[in-house]
């Protein structure tokens, strides 16, 4: 069984800032995934990362395969990236969920 | 931009009774997976299913649920007697092999 634990669980941020979540798992994994998760319920993919290096936009996610560690960067945060941020490993074609990070950024 | 549907967004149901789930995922995907979330607990998997079987479930996933593709675009989750735990936020999810996993935006199942 794969624990991925998160952190911090929860983050307030003033609109502007930089933002970092971190993932840390502990088996090995096909793909770790960020997913966005708005108070409505839906749930939003941002990133599959197996290795290296990804950026969309505002958003930055890094995973370091041999430390079993990942973080997701969100630059000059918007009041709209208020959501929680969940990452989840894939492995034997099973997902592992974290708790999820709140993040509420103030205008 | 190719999406997962979910149906209904809400089912209110009896406990004891049954409920089907319905999920249309992404045409080209060809796996295809079940979550759970409980209100205010983190996503929990329950089952992934790869060429018309299961490949893997958790043990949440007991006798009284079951999954099926009964048609090669939908894909259903019953619950067979529905218990007020069972009141969650179901969501569905598919992928190709070597891509990201897209969502739908879950039922929300409440069991009275």
């Known amino acids: 069984k794969n624990e991925v634990e998160q952190s911090p669980q929860n983050l307030t941020a003033q609109e502007g800032e930089f933002i970092t979540i971190n993932c840390s798992y502990s088996?090995?994994?096909?793909?770790l995934h960020w997913l966005q998760q708005h108070p409505g319920g839906g749930i939003v993919s941002l990133f599959m990362?197996?290795?290296g290096k990804k950026k969309h936009g505002r958003l930055i996610a890094t995973i370091n395969i041999q430390e079993k560690h990942s973080s997701l960067h969100i630059t000059a945060s918007h009041p709209r990236d208020s959501a929680v941020y969940i990452c989840?490993?894939?492995?034997?074609?099973?997902?592992?969920f974290g708790t999820g990070t709140s993040l509420t950024v103030i205008p | 931009e190719p999406e997962v549907t979910q149906t209904p967004s809400h089912q209110v149901t009896q406990m004891g009774q049954e409920v089907i789930l319905r999920c249309v995922p992404i045409?080209?995907?060809?796996?295809f997976y079940w979550y759970r979330q409980i209100l205010g607990q983190k996503v929990e998997f329950l089952v992934s299913?790869?060429?018309?079987?299961?490949?893997?479930k958790s043990e949440i996933f007991d006798d009284q649920f079951s999954v099926e593709r009964p048609d090669g675009s939908n894909f259903t989750l019953k619950i067979r007697s529905t218990k007020l735990e069972d009141s969650a936020m179901y969501f569905c999810?598919?992928?190709?092999?070597?891509?990201?996993?897209?969502f739908g935006q879950g039922t929300r199942l409440t069991v009275v």
């Open positions: 088996v090995g994994i096909s793909a």
């Open positions: 989840a490993v894939r492995a034997d074609n099973q997902f592992y």
């Open positions: 045409s080209n995907h060809l796996y």
């Open positions: 999810a598919s992928r190709r092999s070597f891509t990201e996993a897209f």
């Open positions: 299913f790869y060429n018309n079987e299961i490949s893997e």
């Open positions: 990362l197996s290795s």
